[in-house]
């Protein structure tokens, strides 16, 4: 038996088959893998939707699977929970979970929901907007602070802002927001419901790194090479959402002093990784997913340099792949997984993922394994769970955590664990 979910596997790519428009087939390699992909081959066997483009270098795209995949068992831990868009692991095991429509819980560690959080500010819901990301502070042992950010109505549109509170936890299973403050907000506000990101990740100098989105329309989405715009960035701010003094573009003109770095499209997928470095994966254009590890003041090109093509089959902008720049991403995905969530596995319950990066997929139906080589990915593994994955966590006990989502629907917290 090679993995437990290999059937689940097929049903998936039979799916995607049936969804993908025939015109988006012409030209491609036919799909040549499924549950009998072999290790050495690439994952993905589904045709690209820019087939004539080519990566910059060996490996950025398509990497081989690994010959060593554990096998995974699955369970789920705790269901009914409304849709969710993110968790975290308290210090004593419990998740503290956020649900788009604007409602916070502690999930406790035998999958009981309790009562939902007192204090959580509105949020506008609606679209791709709401409660989104949740993050404790690095001091949160003692300080119960933590940092959230959501889509914010406003008076001249709406926008991603973050803000940070207390956190009193009763002993109901609920708790309560004290001292509720937005320290941030992404500007410029845009009237639209997409493309808010985001992801909230402290580095290991408590540096905040906020990632958002471009808000997708045609006139917003240009501001990802504007520096004087917040759209398609990602900031590097305190805990009181002040710039930080060395950050790249901190006393130039014309210039946000939070932006970390620019040309970035729509980043809901962040971590460190093991030397305390940010990677992001970015949801791009149909067939330009993209993971990057975002160095200060580089531009990431979007929308003038990226893989893929718009979700009318038309070339971005003027179909360029690359620009001496403008940097190059470190993998991309054609057809696209659309990230979610993301963690770094260090635990030690799967050896064989030591070191990679777990990234949930909306359209993947399960978790993407990056396996690196320095800063190349060597290889990619896919877990299918039949569910769009909405956050990937490592638990304390070393297993790891996917949250699923269902539109309209309900979440449920799967629990992946290497199978004896
Ligand atoms: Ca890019």
Do not use: C
């Amino acid at each position: 038996m090679n993995r437990l979910l290999l059937l689940l596997s097929g049903t998936i790519l039979s799916a995607t088959l049936l969804a993908v428009p025939l015109q988006a087939q012409e030209g491609a390699q036919p799909a040549t893998g499924g549950e009998s992909t072999q290790a050495g081959e690439p994952v993905e066997t589904q045709p690209a939707n820019a087939p004539d483009q080519q990566p910059a270098f060996a490996g950025q795209t398509r990497a081989p699977q690994p010959a060593a995949m554990p096998e995974i068992k699955t369970e789920v831990v705790a269901e009914g929970l409304p849709h969710l868009w993110a968790m975290e692991f308290l210090p004593d095991g419990r998740m503290l979970v956020t649900a788009k429509e604007g409602a916070m819980h502690i999930v406790s560690a035998n999958g009981e929901a309790g009562p939902a959080i007192e204090g959580v500010p509105e949020v506008l819901s609606g679209g791709q907007g709401g409660l989104l990301d949740v993050a404790l502070a690095p001091d949160f042992e003692t300080s119960s602070m933590i940092f959230f950010s959501f889509s914010e109505e406003r008076d001249d549109g709406n926008g991603t802002s973050v803000a940070s509170a207390k956190l009193t936890a009763d002993d109901k299973g609920g708790g309560t927001l004290e001292n509720v403050q937005v320290i941030f907000r992404q500007m410029p506000s845009y009237d639209g419901n997409k493309h808010f990101g985001s992801r909230l990740v402290f580095g290991p100098n408590n540096e905040l790194y906020v990632t958002v989105g471009e808000r997708s329309d045609p006139e917003p989405r240009v501001q990802a090479q504007d520096l004087k715009s917040g759209l398609g960035k990602i900031f590097r701010i305190d805990a009181t959402g002040k710039a930080l003094e060395d950050n790249p573009f901190v006393g130039q003109d014309n210039a946000l002093p939070e932006i970390w770095s620019l040309g970035h499209r729509n980043l809901q997928s962040a971590t460190l990784d093991g030397e305390g470095r940010l990677w992001t994966v970015e949801h791009g254009p149909r067939g330009g997913d993209e993971l990057n590890r975002p160095e200060p003041g580089k531009n990431y090109g979007w929308p003038e340099v990226t893989y893929g093509v718009e979700y009318s089959g038309d070339a971005v902008g003027q179909g360029i792949t690359q620009q001496a720049e403008t940097e190059q991403p470190v993998y991309y995905w054609d057809p696209v997984i659309a990230p979610s969530g993301m963690a770094y596995y260090d635990g030690d319950a799967i050896p064989e993922w030591k070191g990679a990066f777990l990234v949930g997929g909306l359209v993947a139906q399960g978790v993407v394994v990056i396996h690196m080589d320095g800063d190349k990915v060597k290889y990619e593994e896919r877990v299918p769970l039949d569910a769009r994955i909405r956050d990937v966590k490592v638990g304390p006990d070393g297993a790891v955590y996917a949250v699923t989502e269902s539109r309209g629907g309900n979440s449920t917290i799967v629990k992946l664990t290497k199978a004896d």
